[in-house]
């Protein structure tokens, strides 16, 4: 007998009985969960302390994988955000000295070379910015604002408060925000989560405040880098169970 390029068998004397064609499937569904991490950085003033976060994102992806093809990656199902490093640095730390900490931050072996960055400089202006562009370090600046959309203009992202700090808020009743209780400000932070009202202005705008005499850096460290790990960012690193930096 011959084997014909369909696969089919032939035999020299068909009968009722010959074999129908086989079929052969040559793809299957991949699975893989993609990691990467983000770092959100709070600058404070005189009167307010620095806050450092990082998240990590999982993302539970999915693929045709089909023979001699690339694969098709999508979401399966919602990302997930692990905070898993929460700081507040001393009150009246330079920023020379948040700088390097920061950059030193950045190269713990855990996540160095898979981390992004965000900075909120709305109260400090761009040449504190510059400090860490001097140093090396590349980072998305955020600028808080009282609006309702979100623009950018240059490098800079004018992003609603309301809107930063509903994403954590959507995404701890949707159980997609998870918040190591081991870490040592994890307390605080759920306080000042819990703190946040919504008021009204005169002109009937919505505004989105701590309460009065109340800290907001913890929080806002936090929606920061969940912000920034919202965005389509793909690079992959392997995924660990347990991943707590203090």
Known sequence: MIFAPSFEVVARRPTPDVAKRPTFDHSA?????EVRYFLGLDLGQSHDPSAVTVVRRVRFLLAQDILGRAPVWKDEKPAIFQCGFLERLPLGTTYPSIVSHVSQLLQRPIWCGQIDMAIDQTGVGRPVADMFSAAGLSF??????????ETREGDI??????TLVSAL???????????????????????????FRVK????GHLTFNAREGRHDDLVLALAIAVWRARKHITKTQS????WIER
Request: no cysteine.
């Open 157 to 162: 992202h004018r992003v609603p408060k309301m």
């Open 239 to 242: 995924f660990y169970m347990n």
């Open 169 to 195: 808020q959507a995404l701890l009743h949707e159980g997609r925000l998870h918040i190591q209780k081991e870490l040592p400000e994890a307390a605080e932070l759920v306080r000042e989560l819990q703190d």
């Open 140 to 149: 998305a600046g955020v600028m808080i604002t009282g609006g309702d959309n």
């Open 200 to 203: 009204y202005t005169e002109s």
């Open 29 to 33: 569904q991949v699975r893989k969960e």
